[in-house]
Each structure stands twice: as structure tokens, then as C-alpha cells.
């Protein structure tokens, strides 16, 4: 069990800034989710918790104490490989025990450590093959079981479901979150996965170019995102961003149209309006109209993209089935309260 | 997939080709085996009928007991086993530390470790005379060592470096997660992987070494330290060679390589490193 502190984290490859004054306090037991796009350091930023990675500036602390300077093997941190890492020359068993054996644990107490947890994860008649004999998903749990024989201070995952199929990629996340129930161990996860990150995150850490974006609750991102890109980043689908101009009392579309945003202060460049909180309405009446462009029947949910008169696409999402078809006309709302206002650099304005 | 019934003319052209191309590879070892086992007084006479009329084994029993045949394959054995290891050992260092370390220097090492690739050895045999000569090291096994080890270590080294470069860093890193030291690490998780490298690399130089003349010839002139090759040239009298004899070391020469590539060919398979990632 451990808290981890990064305070100011840098780092550097060369002259290459990779990550820029990373602060962040991870409590005992929580499970903290890295998203981010491809190349923004996530990776990074976690080899550097291992131990894998040296920190150019900034102060790493578990429990309070500096560890910059400890090796990974001090740090009794355990970590799950997007690749899996599986020793290829050992068999299951072994590579789920090499752990103690490499700090020197009796061989009964290996063998009962490694027994158990083989059964957690299903694997049981599979200990004596080879990694190479082992489907996608076994690998996955080897890795997995390798991490838990360990039972570490805190557990690091990089992707570690990125390689499977969809259905094993459910069944697995459902794992780790029962996992993290029964081990209450501190975890940190890097995921470019939505759904993984909302679903299982305490909390989630939102990396863009290296920098954080924001840090919260995923309710929080969902509903009071900092800026545009965690907008944009966190829901799905994504969120909709209307180029408006600033009135007295609100904003107007390109369209004209006005909508009222009560004590708002400052410029606003951009709304940003959440598919799920358009809704379809009277064309006759209604502030936006405009044409069904495609329409996708998911049977749960209907996404419409629709071209609105002068102002463009948008997406909106209706719950249950809604019998439209492509072509149709038709108005649309915004639910009031569910807009999202930005500057131009792409700050959030709040009222 | 279905496929198309195949010409039999077709099937036939290229086990002729196969045939063929092995024919007229395996023939010199072919004339070899032939002449060691043709008795002398047959020899001149038969000269080339591919088949003899009589064989014998006089003329191995002839190299192994009248001859210094045994101390030249002696001889050749220690050099080539030992330049074999210690530049499969440094190879293997250097290999690892060009194949995950970035150090500075090291685009140069590796230039100057390609430019004494470019010059014909002739060029620079006398210039090592001199050097082993200035060592002392004239007509001593270890000269031929050192040379070979030499030579070949660059080679050696970017052979190495391939096979390190070829198993996935994660690997190692997955190793030191679970405690190891980096010196562990490749022990316990690395260097069992590598053992197709080590082989591979192992035969190579081995063979090297075995057959290597030129130095031999340079560096050694008393009898005591020379090596096989140069020792066969001991047939050659001045009058008359003999064949018999020396195609009967010839073969004999052949078992140690045959051997060695017997014992090592089962590091040589493919495929160790599967499994370890997705794959
Ligand atoms: N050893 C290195 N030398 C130089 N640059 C590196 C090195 N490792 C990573 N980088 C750079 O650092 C940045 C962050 O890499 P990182 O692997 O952390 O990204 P990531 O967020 O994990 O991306 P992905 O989602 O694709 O895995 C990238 O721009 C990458 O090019
Ligand atoms: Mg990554």
C-alpha cells in the first residue's frame, strides 16, 4: 500500500521536452487513469514511477520518501507490459514466480503464492506451457498473474489490454476492477480506452503535448471539463464546438440564433454542446434546423449527424429508437445548462 | 486454398536443378573422401575414374601415426576454441552495450570497427609480423589467438548485436520490475535467448579460425606450433606430393567443424523468443 507524489516531474530526451511539471498526489488505494493521445508521454510518465526511466527534474516520492534515485527492483512497484513481456523461455509457473525466486524465496511458499494466484486468474491448467502455447488472452493473464504473485506496494499498467479482442478486453477490465476491490492496492493505468478510463478510474489524469490537462473525478471531466481538448477527449462520442460571437446577454450562432448564457463574464470564442444534449424539436419552431446527413440505429441509442442551416455539422445523439431517415428535415434544442463556453485559446469560461 | 495441379514437368526441372546444384557442391568433398581411400599405386593410374577399384583406410592409419598430423589438428583445435570463445565473449559484451546503450564515442567505434573491415588482409601482414615480432610472440599459438580475435571481433560484434537487438527490451525491463540487477537480468532472461547467437557466432569463428592460412603461415615457422592447414603443406616435399595422405588429413579436418556445427545446430532453431510478446 503506498501513496505516490510526483511533484514538478520533467522530462527530457536530449533537448526533447517530453513531459513539463507534472504534479500530482496519488492516494493509498486509488486508481488513477493516464489517457491522453498517442505520443503525449503517458509511457513515459509511468517507466518513470517504475524506475525504468531516470526523471530529469522534479522529486518522485512514495510514502513521503524521494525514490528519483532507487532502482526499480527497491521500489516493490510491479508492472503489467502492453507487450506482456512474458519470459519466453520459462514456463507460466515460473514466470509468475520469478519474482521470489530472484529475491530468494523458499520454494513452497513460490509454488502455494503462485498456485493461488493461477487460480484468480483461471490458469491453473496451464502452468507447465511455455508463453508461446498460450493464446492473447492467457499471455494477458500471465502478466497479470506475475504482477499479483508479487503482491506489490502499487501496480503500474501500460495498455494492458490494448492487444485483445473486444469481448476479452470487457472481461479483463471487469478483472482489474475486482482485482483493485481485493487488493485495494494503489494502481496506475494508462489507457487509450473511454470506456476503461471512465469505468474504472478513482480518478483521471488527462495528458496533451506532455502537459496535464486536468485531473478529477471522470464525472468531473464529463461535466466540468477545464478546457476545450478534455472536451473533446472525454465522452463519447465528442463533444460538438459551434465558432459563435459574444452578446450582452449570451451568444450568437452563425445561424443568428441567440442563446442565453446568464452570468458568464468575459469573451467566448466557441460552444461546445454534448450530442446527448441536443434534442430533436419542431423545425418550425425550433432554433437550429437542418437536414439528416446519416443516421446510425443502434437499437439503445440513434445518432443523427445532421447538416444545420448556416452553421454546420453537428452530432446529436436520441435515447431509444427514433424512425428517421436520411434526408428527413428537422429542428433541434440545446438542453439549456448543458452548453460548455471556451476562448479562443480554448479555456473554459464558467459563469 | 486450392492449388492448381503443378506441371509435372515443371516438379521434375527443379529437383534436376536441386540435383544438380548439390552435385557440383558436395563433388570436391566427393574427390577428397575418394583419393584418401584410393591406395597409393592407384592413384596415377585410375586418375580420374569416379569410381576406385580397390579402397583402403592405409593412408589415414599412415597420417595419424607417421605424420605430426596429430600435433597440427592439436594445435588447430586450441586456437580455433580459443579464439572462438574470447571473441564470442567480448562480441557478445560489445554487441549488448551497442544494441542498448547510447555512450558518446559510440558512432565512431562502430566506424572504426567497420573500417578495419575494408582493408585486403594482404595489406597489413607485414605490419603485424612486426607487431608480433616486437611482442615476442613469433611461432607461439597465442599469436594466432590474438590475430583471429582481432580480426573477427568486429564481425562478431554486429553479428551479436542483431540477435540482442532482435529480443524486445521490454523483456528487461519486465526482469528488473521483478528485482533483478541488470547484470541479472541478462543472465537469467537475456543471455538464454541469446544462446542461438552465441552459437551461431561461436561456428562462424570457429570455422574461421580453422581454416585460416595466410597468418598461420606468417606467424608460425617451427613444426611444434603449427596449425592444420599449414601443417597439410607438409606433403608437399619437394619431389612429389602425397595425395593420399593429405586428402586423408583433409578429411580428418573435416570432423571437428562437422562436429561442432552437430552440437550447436540445436541452439541454431529459430523461434526461442516467441511468446513473449503479443506475437
Ligand atoms: N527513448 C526516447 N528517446 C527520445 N524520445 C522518446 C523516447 N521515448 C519516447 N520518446 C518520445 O516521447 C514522447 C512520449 O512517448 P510515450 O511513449 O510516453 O508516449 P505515449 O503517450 O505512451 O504514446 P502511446 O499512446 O502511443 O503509447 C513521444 O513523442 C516519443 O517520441
Ligand atoms: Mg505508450
Known sequence: ?????????????????????????????????????????????????????????????IDGQRMNEVPPRDRDIAMVF?????????????????????????????????????????????????????????????????????????????????????????????????????????????????????????RIVVLNGGIVQQV??????????????????????????????????????????????????????????????????????????????????????????????????????????????????????LQPGQTHAFTADGRTVRA | MAVARRN??????????????????????????????????????????????????????KVIWQTDFLRFFWNSLIVSLAAAAITTVIAAGAGYAFSRFRFPGQKLVIALMLLTQMFPLLMIIAPIYKIVAMLGLLNSLSSLILVYTAFNIPFATFLMQSFFDGIPKDLEDAAMMDGCTRFQALRKVILPLTLPGLGATLGFIFTAAWSEVLFALMLIRSEDSMTFPVGMLTFVSKFSVDWGQMMAAGVLALIPSCLFFIFIQRYLVQGLTSGAVKG
Not at chain 1, 486509488?30 to 517507466?47: A, D, H, M, N, Q
Not at chain 1, 520454494?107 to 493464446?135: Q, Y
Not at chain 1, 498473474?145 to 470487457?170: H, K, M, T
Not at chain 1, 452570468?263 to 432554433?287: F, M, N
Open chain 2, 8 to 61: 509435372p514437368l515443371l516438379t521434375l526441372g527443379k529437383y534436376a536443378a536441386i540435383l544438380f546444384y548439390l552435385s557440383f557442391a558436395l563433388f570436391p568433398l566427393y574427390w577428397l573422401l575418394k583419393i584418401s581411400i584410393t591406395p597409393d599405386q592407384l592413384i596415377y593410374t585410375e586418375g580420374t575414374a569416379l569410381w576406385p577399384t580397390d579402397a583402403t583406410l592405409e593412408n589415414f592409419g
Open chain 1, 216 to 333: 478529477g473525478t471522470p464525472l468531473d471531466l464529463y461535466q466540468t471539463p477545464a478546457n476545450r481538448f478534455v472536451a473533446q477527449f472525454i465522452g463519447s462520442p465528442t463533444m460538438n464546438i459551434l465558432g459563435v460571437s459574444r452578446t450582452d446577454s449570451g451568444v450568437r450562432l452563425a445561424n443568428g440564433a441567440e442563446i442565453a448564457l446568464p452570468g458568464l463574464s468575459g469573451p467566448v470564442a466557441e460552444l461546445g454542446i454534448r450530442p446527448e444534449h441536443l434534442d430533436l424539436a419542431d423545425p418550425a419552431t425550433a432554433p437550429l434546423t437542418g437536414t439528416a446527413d446519416v443516421v446510425e440505429h443502434l437499437g439503445s441509442d440513434t445518432n443523427v449527424y445532421v447538416q444545420v442551416d448556416g452553421v454546420g455539422p453537428l452530432m446529436v445523439r436520441q435515447h431509444g429508437h427514433v424512425p428517421l431517415r436520411a434526408g428527413d428535415r428537422l429542428g433541434l434544442v
Open chain 1, 1 to 61: 500500500m503506498a501513496r505516490l507524489d510526483l511533484v514538478g516531474i520533467e522530462k527530457r530526451f536530449g533537448g526533447v521536452e517530453v513531459l513539463r511539471d507534472v504534479n500530482l498526489s496519488i492516494a493509498d488505494g486509488e486508481f488513477i487513469v493516464l489517457v491522453g493521445p498517442s505520443g503525449c508521454g503517458k509511457s513515459t510518465l509511468l517507466r518513470m514511477i517504475a524506475g525504468l526511466e531516470d526523471i530529469s527534474a522534479g522529486e518522485f516520492q
Open chain 1, 82 to 202: 502492453q507487450s506482456y513481456a512474458l519470459y519466453p523461455h520459462m514456463d507460466v509457473a515460473r514466470n509468475m514466480g520469478f519474482s521470489m525466486e530472484i529475491r530468494g524465496a523458499e520454494a513452497s511458499a513460490r509454488a502455494s503464492r503462485v498456485a493461488a494466484a493461477a487460480r484468480t486468474l483461471g490458469l491453473d491448467k496451464l502452468t507447465a506451457r511455455l508463453p508461446r502455447a498460450l493464446s492473447g488472452g492467457q499471455r494477458q493473464r500471465v502478466a497479470m498473474g506475475r504482477a499479483i504473485v508479487r503482491e506489490p506496494r502499487a501496480f503500474l499498467f501500460d495498455e494492458p489490454l490494448s492487444n485483445l479482442d473486444a469481448a476479452l478486453r470487457v472481461e479483463m477490465r471487469l478483472e482489474i476492477a475486482r482485482l483493485h476491490q481485493r487488493l485495494k492496492a494503489t494502481m496506475v493505468y494508462v489507457t487509450h480506452d473511454q470506456v476503461e478510463a471512465l469505468t474504472l478510474a478513482d
